[in-house]
């Protein structure tokens, strides 16, 4: 194992740990030490998620408790295993899972859905410290170039969502497209869509002031109640079951539904079949990514026109953890990055 010696002098580092729903402890945890092929990054950027909120609000399979919380970052490598593919003092960009790319999914190019996403994931970002697996580390880390922030490389993962949509829809530049929910995601589609070419793009939402950033990122922007007519491509980004059923109205004939909000588990939702056969309605609903969005997502950030800035809602230090997440759930920002 190879270290940096000044930034690995202490056993333990600042984390913020999600030890139940709604209560996050800003504490001492011990620094992680890399096995074979794994590395550990001094993180550099770790941004909030929606998922991250989800999981403070009301807790998630998929993220332990009691546990260090976060799963966007980029960062500096300052430990690495035995055969790691970096080198200490690499700038890296990365996302928190990998396909094992051997079962059937991921055989039949649909990664997204590998039986084993999950079984190895980086969790823990909110730290000043990061062990990133060997498998996601040859598979799903890159270098970050010194062009692109650490801020903006923090942003790959939730892209790599975005994209992994995106190749699903296609999308053509002719198209008139709505995007419904002025959130971190519904603003990555604005911008992921424009990169595309599309032209004609109205973000439709609640919180003013999100709107304002999706017409800085090249959107029309409307009240949600305001929305009239339809739309070739809907992209629904609220997880909201009303909004969902609602969203087919928006669906012209021939058009495209994307559902990507979640809902809670067990939600069920109705609509009219009618509409959906004989207008032939697609409906979409693209989950998490494999490697190839995550190249499309990490190719759209080093594009040098493409500016995901205007999402960013502020520094903030690990200790106001919970503050974060409390302004969060009232509306309040879009992204917050921790520089740990």
């Given at each position: 194992m190879a270290l940096i010696e000044n930034e690995l002098k202490t056993d333990t580092m600042k984390a913020l740990v999600?030890?139940?729903?709604?209560?996050?402890?800003?504490?001492?945890?011990?620094?992680?030490?890399?096995?074979?092929?794994d590395i550990v990054i001094r993180v550099r950027a770790a941004t909030t998620c929606g998922t991250d909120l989800k999981a403070f609000l009301r807790g998630h399979p998929q993220i332990p408790m009691p546990g260090v919380f976060g799963h966007e970052y980029s960062g500096t490598v300052v430990a690495v295993g035995n055969g790691a593919p970096f080198a200490v003092g690499d700038d890296i960009m990365g996302v928190h899972s990998a396909p094992c790319q051997e079962c059937r999914w991921c055989v039949n190019d649909q990664e997204n859905l590998c039986e084993s996403i999950m079984a190895t994931k980086v969790l823990g970002t909110y730290a000043e410290f990061l062990l990133i697996p060997e498998r996601i580390a040859r598979t799903n880390v890159f270098p970050k170039p010194d062009s692109l922030s650490f801020e903006q490389a923090s942003l790959l993962e939730p892209l790599a969502c975005v994209a992994q949509g995106v190749m699903r829809i296609q999308p053509k530049p002719q198209m008139e497209v709505l995007v419904i929910g002025p959130g971190a995601i519904g603003l990555m589609f604005v911008a992921a869509l424009r990169r595309a070419g599309v032209q004609s793009i109205t973000l439709a939402g609640r919180n003013l002031n999100r709107l304002e950033v999706g017409e800085q990122l090249g959107a029309k922007s409307l009240p949600l109640e305001q929305v009239h007519g339809q739309f070739d491509l809907v992209v629904e980004c609220t997880g909201n079951v009303e909004i969902w059923e609602k969203s087919l109205e928006f669906a012209r004939r021939g058009g495209s539904l994307v559902l990507f909000g979640g809902c809670k588990a067990g939600t069920q939702v109705r609509f009219d079949t009618q509409r959906l056969h004989y207008d032939d309605i697609s409906v979409i609903s693209p989950f998490h990514f494999g490697t190839r969005a995550v190249k499309m997502a990490r190719s759209w950030l080093l594009h040098p026109e493409f500016d995901l800035s205007p999402l960013f809602s502020g520094n903030r230090d690990l200790a106001d953890g919970e503050m974060v997440f409390r302004d969060l759930e009232q509306g309040r920002g879009i992204k917050?990055?921790?520089?740990p």
């Open positions: 999600l030890q139940a729903p709604g209560c996050l402890e800003y504490c001492s945890v011990p620094v992680p030490i890399p096995g074979p092929g917050y990055v921790f520089h």
